[in-house]
């Protein structure tokens, strides 16, 4: 697709723009007062090559950027419900080594009840993707 000179720049492509200034900034190649001009006049343009004018004097970025990693092989909400389910462990194990240390011998271990089933229901959807959609693409 051809695209005739003085075409118009669009709010996505401007917003590229300031991600790539951006990423030059933190790179060390411009400072915080040059990156804010070169913004300014970014958001100023209206053609694409008033855009591209701003980026000429830098070097070429890829798309990926540097600091992106894979996704995490668990979402947050699973992360968050395993952080929940490790302190609310930690609590009634505290809870009940105090009673024992109290009584000054073991009691029956009631965390048992709290902590394994909450605990297997959480490894289940973890290692079957139960809640993520995944289970359900293999019976489409």
């Known amino acids: 697709m051809d695209i005739s000179t003085g075409t118009r720049a669009s709010d996505a492509e401007r917003a ?9 900034l933190a790179d060390g190649r411009l400072d915080l007062a040059e990156y804010d001009k070169r913004v300014a006049q970014t958001y100023a ?3 694409r090559e008033d855009l ?3 980026l000429t004097d830098l070097p070429k ?3 990926q950027t540097s600091g992106e990693s894979a996704p995490a092989r668990f ?3 699973q ?4 952080t929940s ?19 000054g011998q073991f009691t029956y271990f009631w965390p048992v009840w709290v902590i394994g089933p909450w605990g297997a229901v959480l490894a289940f959807r973890m290692l079957t993707g139960f809640e993520s959609g995944k289970h ?3 019976w489409s």
Do not use: C, M, Q, Y
């Open 79 to 82: 992360r968050i419900e395993a």
């Open 85 to 103: 389910w490790l302190g609310v462990s930690l609590l009634v194990l505290g809870i009940w080594g105090a009673i024992s240390l109290s009584l």
């Open 136 to 138: 359900r693409a293999r």
């Open 52 to 54: 591209g004018s701003v």
């Open 61 to 63: 970025l890829s798309k």
């Open 75 to 77: 979402p947050i909400w």
């Open 45 to 47: 343009t209206t053609t």
């Open 16 to 24: 590229t723009v300031v991600e790539l200034l951006g990423r030059h």
